[in-house]
């Protein structure tokens, strides 16, 4: 009975090649933003550079006005990250915001067939346009810095030193996109060949083809040398244990193939 | 006795934050771009587009005059991906080449301290500039498209069904980006708090803080219903191991640890 938000199909974010990998919906959106470490920001750093930018940053999609809406309603992007004095500035002197593109993509296997034009990734990705603000209000940038710190590690703001001080407020910038369309792409399964290939035994009984599953791994927590908390607290244990499940079960799952240890069960 | 050849410093380049992690030494940026399996590339659409456009793109550095280059060498950028028309054309349209910026970004682990504020990641990222066009000379494209097969899997093209017939070279597009300039920021290390909160013991003694490593994982190969060869050929074997082994020692040494299987020994 539910509906799906969809962003509105322009020229800007309008998928044509492999039409059929491609994906509006909000929800699938914001969760591949939701779900990677570091997006990658550009932006036009002026008429006197020939070249676009890009910035690394770390940033969710929320809502501050509406902090229980779900990832398939509309939401903002807020960014925080290594903010160059430029993108801060042009984002501080332009009255409407400053037009950015905020990507994420996810490699979720090789996809290994007879030849090399029809291989491929499994991957997800998304790229969202929109106009970037510097959020001035006090209390709306603590609900983005706490939404980007658990974005690293689930939990982890309300088990460290908070709230900031008036000096770690004023050093921090948060942009805020407002998002004016979104697109995504999403490959899973198999190899994929063509005719002329598969119907060929030489080349058939001679190239191996598959997937290499591929996923991000989270390691063992280490102590830093100054650490005094005995134990490794379970928030941190569960979430590099959830973790891992969720990004080699995705990797396994877009292949179709169950997990050996599902098999062993 | 060598020389480090380094990208010069311009406006658009130029690290202003965290100035110490910033290298421009050819070889650092090349190698993060080469071991890199999703480059992001921005590129303007045009006049009438107010939003820059970020596409996700296979590629490499690589030098089709001097096959032989080291990755310390001048080189160039060729990009295979899902090529949408719209960067085609530009490319091929624009005599001087068209203005993109390629970025890549890879996360070694999640720097847990005090207070969210001097939360970090260890990282890797990268980005280069410069003129994007169409490879239409045949010898180079193969050569870029056998570079380009090589990154998603070391000597995966000789392993399969080459050369590309008739239709599959003039179905693949090859961009080569002739780079302007290049800059690469690096972090590793630990925690690192500032004394207000170390010498806060209230603090000290609620707060873990360490580092949880994060790397790209290559899970076992998975062979397609359509596979003839009995066996994973050792190639492939020894690709994931290699990357197995090579990613997560990295992520570890960021931080200064030995690995427990070095422990070991």
């Known amino acids: 009975m539910g509906r799906t938000l969809t962003y509105p199909k322009r020229t800007s974010n309008t998928v044509n090649r492999y039409k059929n990998r491609a994906t509006y919906d909000l929800g699938a959106i914001h969760s591949i933003i ?6 990658h920001v550009s932006f036009s750093p ?3 550079e020939p070249f676009p930018a890009i910035l690394p940053m770390i940033g969710q999609m929320g809502s501050f006005d509406y902090p229980s809406a779900g990832l398939d309603e509309p939401l903002d992007c807020y960014l925080h990250g290594y903010v160059s004095s430029r993108i801060m500035n042009l984002a501080r002197d332009s009255e409407e915001g400053l037009p950015v593109c905020v990507a994420a993509s996810k490699v979720d296997g090789l996809i290994l067939s007879l030849t090399p034009n029809s291989h491929s990734y499994n991957y997800r990705s998304t790229i969202l346009q929109g106009h970037a603000k510097l959020v001035t209000d006090e209390a709306e940038k603590l609900y983005a810095m706490e939404l980007v710190t658990n974005s690293v590690l689930s939990d982890r703001w309300a088990h460290t030193r908070v709230p900031p001080d008036r000096a770690e407020m004023s050093s921090t910038v948060i942009l805020k996109v407002q998002i004016v369309s979104g697109s995504g792409k999403v490959r899973d399964g198999g190899v994929s060949d063509e005719k002329k ?5 030489e080349v058939t009984n001679s190239v191996w083809t598959g ?7 989270f390691g063992e927590p280490v102590p830093s ?9 379970s928030y941190i244990k569960s979430f590099v244990a ?4 969720e990004n080699s079960t995705y990797a396994a799952k ?7 240890q599902e098999e062993q069960h």
């Open 34 to 39: 939701n779900t990677t470490q570091v997006l």
């Open 46 to 48: 002026g008429p006197s």
């Open 197 to 201: 290939d598969t119907g060929n035994e």
């Open 211 to 217: 997937v290499v599953p591929v996923w991000e791994t």
């Open 225 to 233: 040398a100054e650490n005094k908390v005995a134990e490794v607290p």
């Open 242 to 245: 959830a973790k891992n499940e």
């Open 254 to 260: 877009a292949i179709g193939i169950k997990l050996p």
